[in-house]
Nanobody, 115 residues
């Protein structure tokens, strides 16, 4: 199994930045996809950013140009750099990894964007 631990969330003012980290308990070299999802109260969980084996990335339209997903295989970690944050970005953010036919989730980290 793969255990995922998210960190880096917190309270930030509009226009600020945060970097979320997702540390995996084993190598991520053979992943199929790694991604960040988010869920706000009353909303469905939505895909925010996805990185596919081979390096291709996809983003939901609302974060294009502001968020960047990346990975560091040496640290078994995937990151989400979030810039120009808006109150609408407030949510619990979850890391997801698909590997060896299994779907793994982290426990979530809260991001709150408020003045």
């Amino acid at each position: 199994q793969v255990q995922l631990v998210e960190s880096g969330g917190g309270l930030v003012q509009p226009g600020g930045s945060l970097r979320l980290s997702c540390a995996a308990s084993r190598s991520i070299n053979n992943f199929k996809t790694m991604g960040w999802y988010r869920q706000a109260p009353g909303n469905q969980r939505e895909l925010v950013a996805l990185i596919i084996s081979g390096g291709r990335t996809n983003y939901v339209d609302s974060v294009k140009g502001r968020f960047t997903i990346s990975r560091d295989t040496a640290k078994n970690t995937v990151y989400l750099q979030m810039n120009s944050l808006k109150p609408e970005d407030t949510a619990v953010y979850y890391c997801n990894v698909v590997q060896s036919g299994a779907n793994y989730w982290g426990q979530g980290t809260q991001v709150t964007v408020s003045s």
